[in-house]
């Protein structure tokens, strides 16, 4: 094995791709920024807790955009994309690993400790089940394996959704009062799903409707998980969360912010399919005497 096959930014061939350059640098960015942040102070009065909150922020992001990979493929005709859906999965087991380093370390290195409050609070034990399951996905994501599981591990790799709406759920619990960002990503994943569920919506009416109907169903999928949520933990009247949304005054609310990023693919499928349509017919082809 020579070095070009190993490096992060080269492709399967070992030639340099810059989709894998920016993919890489997109990885590694954060965990500098929080690094810096630990070493300067940058934190606040708790930094090893605000560290492990960031980190865990970071992990679901890098989850999202590796579901997003195949949705995207599909939309905008990009193979390519394919080549860095390895590199953002193993980036997301890489953060939630360093999250869960992180909250031993603001735990003073007690294991005991850790297993404790593993063992006792309910987001914990969540988190720590997703973290485990993560952990086999990353072990098995590679060639070797998936030659020597074959089509187990497909099955296998399926429960990267579970885990990912476990990751979801325990960043939901953690965050107890404001749920804004738990929200918008919950409704970025509930789009990303949306799109394999309803691929033959794609399929016989096109990629433009596929991605209004996706977006329109994310935003309020966004907005029931919001309004259930806020209904159970603080007795708040589910009617008057979701008239919130609606009130453009104070913020605007995270179904829209949804919506929009489940919409992102709109623009270049609206170009492709503009140019589609005025590219000039070719030639008919004459039979052969």
Do not use: C
């Amino acid at each position: 094995m020579e070095l070009s096959d190993i490096l992060p930014w080269n492709d399967r061939r070992g030639r340099f791709s810059w989709l894998r350059m920016v993919a890489f640098l997109a990885a590694v960015l954060p965990s500098l920024f929080i690094v810096w942040a630990l070493y300067t102070r940058h934190f606040a009065a708790e930094p090893f807790k605000e560290a492990t909150h960031l980190s865990g922020t970071w992990t679901l992001y890098f989850l999202l955009a590796s579901l997003a990979v195949t949705p995207l493929r599909r939309l905008v005709g990009w193979s390519r994309l394919v080549g860095i859906r390895r590199l953002l999965g193993l980036t997301a087991f890489a953060y939630v690993f360093g999250h869960f380093m992180l909250y031993v370390i603001d735990q003073d290195g007690d294991i005991a400790m850790v297993a404790s409050e593993i063992a006792l609070r309910i987001y914990l034990t969540i988190g720590f089940v997703a973290l485990v399951g993560f952990a086999a996905l990353a072990a098995t994501s590679f060639d070797a394996a998936i030659r020597r599981m074959g089509q187990n591990w497909r099955t296998l790799h399926k429960f990267v959704y579970l885990f990912t709406a476990l990751g979801l759920l325990h960043f939901f619990m953690q965050t107890k009062v404001d749920v804004t960002q738990p929200v918008l990503l919950t409704g970025v994943f509930i789009g990303l799903m949306l799109y394999r569920a309803l691929d033959g919506v794609r399929a016989r009416f096109g990629a433009v409707a596929a991605i209004v109907l996706v977006s329109v169903l994310a935003g309020l999928g966004a907005s029931v998980v919001e309004f259930l949520w806020y209904g159970i933990a603080s007795g708040a009247p589910p009617g008057r969360v979701f008239l919130s949304n609606f009130d453009f005054s104070y913020q605007i609310r995270p179904m829209w912010y949804a919506m929009l990023i489940t919409a992102a693919p709109l623009p270049v499928v609206l170009v492709k399919e503009i140019a589609r349509r005025i590219r000039p017919a070719p030639p008919p082809r004459h039979a052969k005497a």
